[in-house]
């Protein structure tokens, strides 16, 4: 029998806590309640998206109203040992998680931070392009993941969802050095869906109430979609968010790639999209009711959202040709008007010998050797003045 993906696909239109509260109950109400994924005495890990330190009207990072939301219902079902956690770029996630408000809220909550700073090392024998993994001590010896996403853009993987969100379970350091592992947006791909085998989390919840477009994951523009999406499904999560924006599913890498390793679907006929019938100020358990891709984009997507729709292409054959096209490709350009020459794009290469330097000295923003750049985007993620950006080459643009 052909497996069906569920996607819950609930409006709410602000983070106001008791929309919040009531559209997560409504959504993990369409996947069978949370008391499916969870049992008491499990220690049972919130992942949500803690990218850097940033204010949660910023868009960068999963707001602390849907975290506290996941979070009460996790509650509910019986369980006390709750932890949260990710693995930011360059600083410990409690700063980030205190900036972005999550700290505080898993404080009011109880729920305790997690150790994501030390590394312990994870076999994966059934890995087809990643075999090991050194992952956060917290994430390693969680009996149970949550994954608590974030609607965004990516540069690299051109949306971060529910895939993508993972790799924050990977600690610290061995993150930069698995961009330079798996370079490419496909092979980077691959290794995130064998960290999902690996892992088994068992829900994706997507915040996509406000969502980030342009120049993501860390950089980009705020802007309201008014969507929570549910699934045990990661990539059919991802499939929909897709389509909300007016992006082919079949161009992000780990969509076709987590269908290849069998995290989930792709294909729409094996999506069940359902949402539930809730009229305005109504409390309690209201109907699921079923939903077409096409009634979803009408009522909630957004055709002009900013996103990459370049087609790209990471067949073997074409290696050569990227080669001789190297100078055409996209690549990371440092706005001098808004760069602070912090340095925290060089301390976020993961390149030997750095792809990015103050060649000229700090009185001058740092340069580029583009011969070097893996086109990892680890500094346009991390910036914090949104001084990098990602755009073709002006050479390219004339041949347009």
């Not at 980030?212 to 802007?223: F, K, L, Y």
Request: charged content about 25%.
């Amino acid at each position: 029998m052909e497996q069906i993906s569920r996607v819950a696909v609930i409006p709410c239109p602000s983070y106001e806590q008791e929309l919040v509260d009531q559209a997560v109950r409504d959504g993990l109400a369409c996947l069978g309640g949370v008391g499916q994924y969870v049992n008491s005495g499990e220690q049972i890990l919130l992942k949500p998206n803690l990218l850097k330190k940033a204010e949660p009207e910023l868009a960068v990072t999963t707001h602390p109203a849907v975290f506290a939301a996941v979070a009460k219902c996790v509650k509910a079902a019986g369980c006390d040992e709750i932890f949260y956690g990710d693995s930011p770029g360059l600083q410990p996630f409690e700063e980030a998680a205190r900036v972005s408000g999550i700290r505080q809220a898993a404080e009011a909550l109880g729920v305790m931070p997690g150790d994501f700073h030390e590394g312990v090392f994870y076999p994966w024998p059934e890995g087809r392009t990643a075999r090991e993994f050194i992952l956060c001590r917290g994430a390693a010896e969680a009996d149970g993941i949550i994954n608590v996403c974030k609607m965004k853009t990516h540069a690299l993987e051109r949306v971060t969802g529910a895939v993508k969100n993972l790799y924050g379970c990977v600690q610290g350091k061995h993150k930069s050095a698995g961009h330079v592992r798996y370079p490419s947006a496909a092979h980077f791909a691959s290794m995130l869906c064998d960290l999902h085998r690996a892992l088994k989390p068992r829900l994706h919840i997507m915040d996509g109430i406000t969502a980030m477009e342009g120049n993501g994951p860390g950089s980009g523009i705020p802007v309201h979609m008014g969507v929570l999406l549910f699934s045990t499904d990661p990539v059919a999560l991802d499939t929909v968010f897709c389509r909300l924006i007016h992006l082919d599913p079949a161009l992000v890498p780990t969509n076709f790639c987590g269908q290849q390793y069998g995290i989930g679907n792709m294909e729409e006929k094996k999506i069940e999209l359902v949402t539930v019938k809730r009229e305005k100020g109504e409390t309690g358990d209201c109907p699921i009711v079923p939903l077409t891709m096409e009634e979803a984009v009408s009522r909630w997507g957004k055709a002009d959202f900013d996103a990459d729709r370049n087609p790209r292409s990471e067949r073997a054959e074409w290696k050569l040709l990227r080669r001789v096209m190297k100078p055409f490709q996209q690549r990371p350009f440092i706005r001098a008007d808004l760069c602070v020459r912090c340095g925290i794009c060089v301390d976020s290469c993961p390149v030997e010998g750095k792809a990015v330097s103050f060649q000229k000295g700090r009185s001058q923003p740092p340069v580029y050797d583009y011969s070097k750049c893996i086109r990892c985007y680890c500094c346009q993620e991390m910036c914090p003045k949104k001084a990098i950006e990602v755009r073709t080459p002006r050479i390219a643009r004339l041949f347009r």
